[in-house]
């Protein structure tokens, strides 16, 4: 969210910062704004359990396939059956979070977490332990989708894009510290680990408002005001804002229905091309290949401690991630997307001609150098905009009717492409570790070519702005 002005997302304007700040000023002026950074704080972590979730195959394949005797098709099937979990609970987010509410949802993915965390720490066969990974990713997927609503509903304007990114951001500080974590300590002591998050947001979750929005939709105004209220500021004249709220709720009611086979007329058929192109790229320059077995990777290519790497990989997620975020409503959606897709082809390209040097006994001192400097250039390409910019981009190029079946299909999509990559990774690598990495590359040269032939720029323009470009 740039600095001088804010997207209000709602109705489509822009409005300077500064206009945003003093409403939101008085609405706060009594502190009340720490039971916004509260209610934030509660609800991410719901994507930091996200993140120790995608994380913890890559530092415990080793002992995992040790201690449980697992084969590469066993293990490939346990680290890839996350995303379906995902998949179908991404899917049926939506839906649930609109009958249970937002609290409800998260709650719920809670306990399918902690479920499934506590059958991965008593498995003794691949049965029990892949049904747990499977629970995860099905809490995960709900996660993925009414953590960033809540956020953004709870949130005062001025605010709501600054708090939507802690969302990223602690998606990937909960990938990085299982990594880290996986290092030390066994397998299952890192699935235990993974309960705490989980913990932690169900106590919070306690002491914080449901979603004014949500409350508003079902009809119950008394307990609609009294949660922007208490989001608000006890002395806050909160009437215009829920005025705009439920004008808003109205206006959604009145707007036709959209199934996801009417995003594929002439209307709004462009802005699919462009929204599951990117999820497609996003998926298979190999994001959860290389992420979900980076430590087998760093041992493939000879490096004597596979940690040293995964260590590595870790500290740069999370820094890297934070500049992505600066630089999104600075340098524009177009060039950060070029940029990074160029830095995953040149990681790629990078760790590719490592496997390729091994092969061929060719300077093998420098293997190990080269594999790990090629994922890490690869992984901070990544994380600086192929990682969020998709979501944002896809969030942008959508009217606010079909937003709901849009998001649907491309998530959709965003979870059979992870389930492909992760799935194929082992095979792949164990038939050509150098073209494995040449494959990835190529898709991020294709890439650079999508988003420079098709994707538009989104930065500082309204919605309706966004929808003459691409409609003409």
Same mark, same amino acid.
């Given at each position: 969210m740039a600095i001088d002005e804010c997207k209000d997302i709602e109705n489509g304007l822009e409005k300077p910062f500064l206009e945003n700040a003093k409403i939101v000023d008085c609405e706060n002026e009594d502190g009340s704004i720490w039971m916004v950074l509260l209610s934030t704080c509660v609800a991410v972590c719901g994507s930091f359990e996200f993140g120790s979730c995608v994380g913890y195959s890559a530092p415990t394949q080793s002992e995992i396939r040790n201690d449980?005797?697992?084969?590469?098709?066993?293990?490939?099937?346990?680290?890839?059956?996350? *995303?379906?979990?995902?998949?179908?609970?991404?899917?049926?987010?939506?839906?649930?979070?609109?009958?249970?509410?937002?609290?409800?949802?998260?709650?719920?993915?809670?306990?399918?977490?902690?479920?499934?965390?506590?059958?991965? =720490?008593?498995?003794?066969?691949?049965?029990?332990? @892949?049904?747990?990974?499977?629970?995860?990713? =099905?809490?995960?997927?709900?996660?993925? =989708?009414?953590?960033p609503v809540y956020i953004a509903e709870i949130a005062?304007?001025?605010?709501?894009?600054?708090?939507? *990114?802690?969302?990223?951001?602690?998606?990937?500080?909960?990938?990085?510290?299982? =990594?880290?974590?996986?290092t030390v300590i066994t397998w299952r002591n890192l699935a235990?680990?993974?309960?705490?998050?989980?913990?932690?947001?169900?106590?919070?979750?306690?002491?914080?408002?449901?979603?004014p929005r949500w409350l508003a939709k079902v009809g119950l105004e008394k307990e609609f005001e009294v949660a922007l209220r208490k989001l608000r500021?006890? @002395?806050?004249?909160?009437?215009?804002?829920?005025?705009?709220?439920?004008?808003?709720? @109205?206006?959604?009611?009145?707007?036709?229905? *959209?199934?996801? /086979? @009417?995003l594929f007329g002439s209307k709004y058929i462009r802005s699919v091309i462009i929204g599951v192109g990117l999820m497609v790229f996003q998926q298979f320059i190999g994001i959860n290949g290389i #992420?979900?077995?980076?430590?087998?990777? /760093?041992?493939?290519? #000879?490096?004597?401690?596979?940690?040293? #790497?995964?260590?590595?990989?870790?500290?740069?997620?999370?820094?890297?991630t934070i500049v992505g975020a600066f630089l999104m409503d600075r340098s524009g959606r177009r060039p950060l997307l070029m940029v990074s897709a160029t830095g995953t082809f040149l990681g790629c390209f990078l760790t590719g001609a490592s496997f390729y040097l091994k092969g061929n006994d060719?300077?093998?001192?420098?293997?190990?150098?080269?594999?790990?400097?090629?994922?890490?250039?690869?992984?901070?390409a990544f994380s600086i905009g192929m990682g969020a910019v998709p979501w944002v981009i896809m969030s942008e190029i959508f009217p606010i009717h079909v937003k709901s079946a849009a998001g649907s299909l491309v998530v959709l999509v965003n979870w059979l492409g992870a389930w492909a990559v992760s799935?194929?990774? #082992? /095979?792949?690598?164990?038939?050509?570790? *150098?073209?494995t990495f040449m494959l990835y590359a190529g898709f991020s040269v294709l890439t650079i070519l999508f988003v420079a032939k098709v994707v538009p720029e989104t930065k500082g323009k309204t919605l309706e702005e966004i929808q003459a470009i691409i409609n003409s």
């Open positions: 449980l005797n697992l084969t590469l098709a066993q293990y490939s099937m346990f680290g890839s059956i996350i *995303t379906i979990g995902a998949m179908i609970g991404a899917i049926t987010s939506g839906r649930i979070a609109d009958f249970i509410g937002r609290k409800g949802a998260m709650r719920m993915s809670a306990i399918f977490c902690i479920t499934g965390w506590l059958a991965v =720490y008593f498995s003794m066969g691949t049965l029990v332990l @892949d049904m747990g990974r499977f629970l995860t990713g =099905y809490g995960i997927g709900i996660f993925s =989708y009414v953590v005062p304007k001025n605010l709501r894009g600054g708090l939507t *990114t802690i969302n990223q951001l602690m998606i990937v500080c909960g990938s990085s510290v299982a =990594y880290l974590l996986g235990l680990t993974g309960i705490l998050p989980c913990t932690l947001l169900l106590v919070g979750l306690l002491f914080i408002p449901e979603s500021g006890k @002395d806050a004249d909160v009437s215009r804002e829920a005025t705009e709220i439920q004008a808003y709720v @109205d206006t959604l009611q009145s707007l036709p229905k *959209t199934r996801i /086979f @009417d #992420g979900f077995y980076a430590s087998q990777t /760093f041992e493939s290519a #000879g490096l004597s401690n596979s940690n040293i #790497g995964t260590i590595a990989y870790a500290v740069v997620q999370v820094p890297i060719i300077v093998l001192e420098w293997v190990p150098i080269l594999a790990v400097s090629g994922v890490l250039v690869y992984i901070s799935y194929t990774f #082992g /095979f792949l690598m164990a038939w050509t570790s *150098t073209g």
